[in-house]
């Protein structure tokens, strides 16, 4: 299984950018998604997911400035960044989980891609 990520740039505070995951080697409508980010001398923390049924899981410094999507038929996971900040700088990563209970879990993920710097300018 491999996963993708792509999208990332240099943006200024209060922009968007939309991050895309490719996924290969796997169904993605049995796989649940997440994403997450890991800041310059920071641990890896979570941003968000959605599971094959479509729920959906945001991270309370991302909520309802960041939206996760999904499009099983293109294998592709989508991560929708409005308003950015810049404390949203970071490397994002996507992963897959077969099954999780708790989507903010990092250990629930089986796969994960290589990341996507996003760098956002004061």
């Known amino acids: 299984v491999q996963l993708q990520a792509s999208g990332g740039g240099l943006v200024q505070a209060g922009g968007s950018l939309r991050l895309s995951c490719t996924v290969s080697?796997?169904?993605?409508?049995?796989?649940?998604m997440g994403w997450f980010r890991q800041a310059p001398g920071k641990e890896r923390e979570f941003v968000d997911g959605?599971?094959?049924?479509?729920?959906?899981y945001y991270a309370d410094a991302v909520k309802g400035r960041f939206t996760i999507s999904r499009d099983n038929a293109k294998k592709m996971v989508y991560l929708q960044m409005n308003s950015l900040k810049p404390e949203d700088t970071a490397v994002y990563y996507c992963?897959?989980?077969?099954?999780?209970?708790?989507?903010?879990?990092?250990?629930?993920?089986?796969?994960w891609g290589q990341g996507t710097l996003v760098t956002v300018s004061s």
């Open positions: 992963a897959g989980a077969t099954l999780w209970r708790e989507a903010w879990r990092d250990y629930e993920y089986d796969y």
């Open positions: 959605i599971s094959s049924g479509g729920r959906t």
């Open positions: 080697g796997r169904t993605l409508s049995n796989t649940n």
